[in-house]
């Protein structure tokens, strides 16, 4: 089965795929299993440059942004398409 995630959904995950299918397991398609990750990192990102005057924070996100770049370049390859996680179907 394959469970239609909408942006909002993408911050949760798995967890609320399998909600929304009422059952334990979830097969999501590739593209959106894919995008997950992403978007956890992007409000994570968010999150830390909120509060960006402490310098911990900064270099964090800084790390964050790279991991995240490096999975839309993998996302990119594999899908032929950069990553779009604000406009899911």
């Known amino acids: 089965m394959v469970v239609r995630l909408t942006a ?8 609320i795929a ?3 299918a009422r059952c334990r397991v979830v097969r999501l398609s590739p593209e959106v299993d894919d995008l997950i990750p ?3 990192l992007e409000k994570r990102i968010c999150e830390l ?3 960006r005057d402490n310098p911990d924070n900064v270099a964090a996100a ?3 942004v790279r ?4 999975l839309q370049l993998a ?3 594999r899908h ?3 990553a779009n996680t604000k406009h899911m179907p």
């Open 8 to 15: 909002s959904d993408l911050e949760y995950g798995r967890r």
């Open 18 to 20: 399998a909600i929304k």
């Open 38 to 40: 992403i978007a956890r």
């Open 49 to 51: 440059l909120w509060h």
């Open 62 to 64: 800084r790390l964050l």
């Open 67 to 70: 991991e995240q770049s490096r």
């Open 75 to 77: 996302y990119e390859r």
């Open 80 to 82: 032929g398409k950069p």
